[in-house]
């Protein structure tokens, strides 16, 4: 199966355009037109704009635009397979001591106390 690059190219060619054409016709530049033909998506600015230079390329070469998109998603995901995940390892956190624990306790404690006698001094007022 020929890529959608090529498949681009050949349509531009049997419309007897020429890459200075299709430049002025879409306003893509024509190093972004060759890498499109080329399938060098790597020379173009983002995915995205891939993605919208394919869409414009083919619209104006009169081609089906889903299935040039089409072509170009299975093309990208053959190209671009995900790599495997590296393996992580669980970390256990170091647990607190029982005088840690006493302590966040003892603090809480006082916390509490010191919100009730500020309470009941409002509510006598």
């Known amino acids: 199966m ?6 681009l190219k050949q349509a531009r060619e049997k419309k007897s355009y020429t890459l200075e054409d299709m430049a002025d016709l879409t306003n893509i530049e024509i190093k972004y037109l060759q890498a499109l033909e080329s399938e060098e998506y790597d020379l173009l600015p983002s995915p995205f704009y891939a993605r919208v230079f394919m869409k414009t390329y083919a ?28 393996k992580t390892e669980a970390v256990e956190l170091p647990k607190r001591s029982p005088a840690q624990k006493k302590k966040v306790s003892s603090l809480w404690l006082i916390v509490a106390i010191i919100l009730i006698m500020g309470m009941v001094y409002m509510l006598f007022q």
């Open 2 to 7: 020929a890529g959608v690059g090529k498949y």
């Open 59 to 86: 619209k104006y070469l009169n081609l089906n635009v889903t299935s040039v998109m089409q072509l170009f998603d299975i093309s990208q995901k053959t190209e671009h397979s995900p790599a495997p995940k590296p």
